[in-house]
């Protein structure tokens, strides 16, 4: 087959792929002109008034759209941190491990939870710590009181990080464990013919050589810094933790399609999408710079 009719071969195959992208993710950004508007359904999209930036004016005088700014950076950068450290600290534990067949089934279990969806996750999660859950069972069993996990505030934000930190770690620490593959078996025998320790070696040798992979993944990490998680928060919070658990994502949901405040959540979204543009941005250039990382 001549390299002419490869290349339409292969443009073909692009087509419904590129059809896809432009009416779900390309079409529908038209309607961002809303957040400029004030949107009255009986008018429509495009016959609304326009009032510019009102809804971005009106947007910083609302006390709790700082609330959900607050919130959403103090679980995006609790997530952020523990998923960097977790996956590492894993990696390092098992990469001492000399045992193939318990190194492999620890890495399958540890990385299964990464592949479940957070609606089949949070039912799970819901029903072990509900009020009459095992957990409570277990708790009851030694005395204590039972106790409504995700009726305390307080408590929930910790409790998020912690159950994306579980469900993601053992597939964040594939990466590391390929780093750590790559190093050099010499330098550890140089080091062991020095006298150092296994735990020597690894501050040694190990962390030095992986730092380039942590600096990379810390730094693009960034880009998420206003992405706390819709999918899991919106199916485990309630009411009774909106203070400190209702993030951008899920007031944004709830003031347009609750609250029918349309012009108002799509300004909302707009501004965070802007801000999540311009940290991604800011992390692919630390990353080149400090990573020697590039995309192209």
């Known amino acids: 087959m001549r390299r002419g009719n490869l290349w339409v071969h292969y443009t073909l195959m692009l087509i419904p792929g590129f059809m896809w992208l432009f009416f779900f993710n390309i079409l529908p950004m038209a309607g961002i002109v809303m957040a400029f508007k004030e ?18 004016e009106y947007m910083f005088l609302l006390q709790e759209v700082r609330r959900i700014l607050f919130n959403t950076l103090n679980i995006s950068m609790g997530k952020i941190i523990l998923n960097l450290l977790i996956p590492l600290i894993f990696a390092l534990l098992l990469s001492e491990v000399h045992n193939l067949r318990f190194k492999r089934w620890t890495q399958t279990i540890t990385y299964m939870p990464h592949f479940l969806s957070w609606v089949i996750l949070s039912g799970i999660i819901l029903n072990i710590f509900s009020y009459n859950g095992p957990v409570n069972g ?20 910790l409790f998020v990080i912690l159950c994306d930190t579980w469900k993601e770690f053992g597939y964040s620490a594939v990466i590391y464990f390929a780093a750590i593959t790559g190093i050099d078996p010499g330098l550890y025998e140089a080091a062991a013919i020095d006298g150092a320790g296994r735990l020597r070696r690894v501050f040694s040798v190990t962390l030095p050589c992986i730092t380039t992979t942590v600096v990379l993944l810390a730094v693009l990490s960034l880009g998420n810094v206003l992405n706390a998680g819709f999918d899991q928060i919106f199916n485990l919070y309630n009411p009774l933790v909106y203070s400190t658990g209702d993030i951008i994502d899920t007031w944004v949901y709830r003031a347009g399609l609750f609250n029918f405040q349309y012009s108002l959540a799509t300004a909302v979204g707009l501004l965070k999408s802007l801000v999540s543009f311009i940290l991604i941005a800011l992390s692919y250039l630390l990353a080149r710079r400090l990573a020697n990382y590039r995309i192209f």
Request: no cysteine; hydrophobic share 50%; charged share 20%.
């Open 39 to 56: 949107f009255r359904p009986d008018l429509g999209i495009w016959n609304s008034p326009w009032i510019g930036l009102e809804n971005f």
């Open 138 to 157: 277990m708790r009851e069993s030694l005395g204590l009181k039972r106790f409504l996990f995700f009726a305390h505030a307080e408590i929930f934000p």
